[in-house]
């Protein structure tokens, strides 16, 4: 069967895709030491590079030639053969001398170096830049040498309000899922390639956009995000094939542990009523809402809701601050939210002690999900107490309850506690997650209840108060050293009027805790007899 000739576009666009991966690898440290190791197996770690250099001088001949000398039919495995006495079969030539290839090697071009950035609180809010826009929308400019001149920018959207989102969920949903499947100028494929040729990683819904690029290429790339969000095609074709794969995705967790247990905890702590924006809807209740979701209902919340009417642009990395701002003041500035946004607030809810257990049978796995509701925002006295006494709980893999349950008595796979809690509304929540053979659902719960009990009743040592204050003091010093953290930071702090100084003030109030302040602030708010517990899994096999 004659083959069709390959086309220049096809091998730029492959080209194209395989430079971007090596700039990526070369970009994350513990990536790039796998991908040379691989490269050391072959022969040597310098055939990394010198593969790398040799695609960009890959000619479309040279690729038609190795196609046709390679990928011959003959070579296929299919799913019907039929013998032929002669057939045409590619020689393997002999393994090439690596030596001789990599002799006089010098590599291309290194990866520009980052500075090294001071993480601390202080210097951060030195070095931000800080403006409002046209249309209420602020921005948190960060500029810094970065490895490989690379940017991570976020752009978050707020609309609606609780009355003009009651019963649209998954309307709303759909609408930012249609954003990145093609605009009114291109279709979802040649977005993603406009995308792909910018070296960008981008994603785009309807709470805004991320983004990461090298600098040079942040504002052509935030050119093509406000196409995404500006002027999104909203597909037939599209939208079915997105609402197919949704389905789908909501279906497989109709026997899914994990899933399950913790839609009915969500379902039992949080009582707000159904269609409301906060509403948990069971499984069953989320695929038939899908199913009823038409294009229109996308399209109209699209049309009634979405802008960037006080927005928040948050950048940290290689860029020009002036140039940027100028872009999103021009891209964004005259995008307004038809429909004034209100925050939906979240509420507190005391709510009882409660137990279920849900079968799924022939999983594997079984899933523990438990919690309680605590009345806390983050500007509580002891709000920095409990977040070292969640550390000390199931914070790492050597706190008390992944300790008991996972390193010592080897009953789960991933056993941890969560407390999160809100810098504007009064619900904090604490949590607890575990995976587990299902045989081992009654050892693997006695173990949590008891160890939550023990820490309640005697209370964390001197030791474990220390060494737990200097492991989340370092914790927090290092998330600031990750860009993508630090521009999310940046833009939530937009939102909440906050500078890093709350970071130096709350870091400052860990490192002054007392195990009496500690232990105190535990037996205050956590009450393991009101930890709610739903378990599901194979319960048959326990």
């Known amino acids: 069967m004659k083959q069709d000739k390959l086309r220049a576009e096809e091998l730029e666009r492959a080209r194209t895709a395989l430079l971007n991966d090596f700039e990526k690898v070369q970009l994350d440290t513990p990536t790039l030491v796998r991908s040379l190791s691989e490269f050391v197996a072959l022969g040597d770690w310098r055939l990394f590079f010198l593969y790398r250099d040799r695609l960009r001088?890959?000619?479309l001949a040279d690729v038609q030639r190795v196609a046709e000398q390679y990928l011959k039919p003959?070579?296929?495995?299919?799913?019907?053969?039929?013998?032929?006495?002669?057939?045409d079969r590619a020689e393997i030539p002999p393994a090439p001398d690596l030596q001789a290839a990599l002799l006089g090697y010098k590599g291309g071009e290194t990866v520009r170096a980052g500075e090294a950035f001071d993480p601390s609180p202080q210097n951060i809010d030195k070095r931000t830049i800080?403006?409002?826009l046209s249309n209420g929308i602020r921005v948190a400019l960060l500029p810094k040498q970065t490895r490989g001149g690379r940017v991570v920018a976020t752009l978050t959207l707020h609309w609606g309000d609780e009355k003009s989102l009651m019963n649209r969920e998954t309307a709303c949903n759909f609408a930012g899922a249609m954003l990145m499947r093609g605009t009114r100028q291109r279709s979802r494929a040649g977005l993603k390639e406009a995308f792909e040729r910018l070296n960008a990683s981008v994603s785009v819904g309807g709470e805004g956009a991320s983004i990461e690029v090298r600098g040079e290429n942040l504002i052509a790339t935030l050119r093509l995000v406000a196409e995404a969000l500006r002027e999104p095609a909203f597909s037939p074709q599209e939208f079915e094939e997105m609402k197919r794969a949704a389905l789908t995705g909501a279906e497989a967790q109709r026997n899914e542990p994990s899933s399950l247990a913790g839609v009915r905890l969500a379902r039992h702590l949080h009582e707000y009523a159904p269609g409301h924006p906060h509403y948990t809807p069971t499984v069953d209740e989320r695929i038939e809402l899908?199913?009823?979701?038409?294009?229109?209902?996308a399209a109209a919340c699209y049309r009634e809701l979405f802008g960037a009417t006080g927005a928040e642009f948050a950048a940290v990395g290689d860029f020009e601050p002036e140039a940027v701002a100028r872009a999103v003041d021009e891209l964004f500035g005259s995008w307004k939210t038809p429909h004034p946004f209100g925050r939906v607030p979240s509420h507190h809810f005391d709510r009882p002690r409660f137990e279920d257990a849900l079968l799924t049978p022939d999983k594997a796995n079984a899933a523990l999900r438990a919690g309680?509701?605590?009345?806390?925002r983050d500007d509580?006295?002891?709000?920095?107490?409990?977040?070292?006494a969640n550390h000390l709980l199931g914070g790492s893999s050597t706190a008390r309850v992944p300790a008991r349950v996972?390193?010592?008595e080897g009953l789960s796979y991933s056993t941890y506690t969560t407390f999160t809690s809100s810098a504007l509304d009064e619900a904090a929540a604490f949590r607890v997650a575990s995976i587990f053979a299902p045989q081992n659902r009654s050892r693997v719960e006695r173990a949590i209840r008891e160890e939550l009990g023990r820490a309640v009743r005697e209370g964390f040592s001197a030791d474990e108060v220390e060494a737990g204050k200097r492991s989340v003091l370092e914790a927090r010093r290092l998330a600031r050293s990750h860009d993508r953290a630090l521009a999310s930071r940046l833009g939530h702090y937009l939102f909440v009027k906050r500078t890093f100084a709350w970071d130096a003030e709350f870091e400052a109030r860990i490192a002054a805790l007392t195990p009496q302040q500690v232990n105190a602030a535990l037996r205050r708010h956590i009450d393991p007899a009101r930890l709610s517990v739903v378990v599901a899994g194979d319960l048959k096999k326990n």
């Open 290 to 297: 899908m199913r009823k979701a038409t294009l229109e209902d």
């Open 74 to 87: 003959a070579n296929r495995v299919l799913g019907e053969f039929v013998p032929t006495e002669r057939p």
């Open 380 to 388: 509580h006295p002891d709000f920095p107490a409990l977040v070292l």
């Open 406 to 408: 996972r390193e010592k």
């Open 372 to 376: 309680l509701n605590v009345r806390m």
């Open 57 to 59: 001088k890959v000619t």
């Open 130 to 132: 800080k403006k409002p």
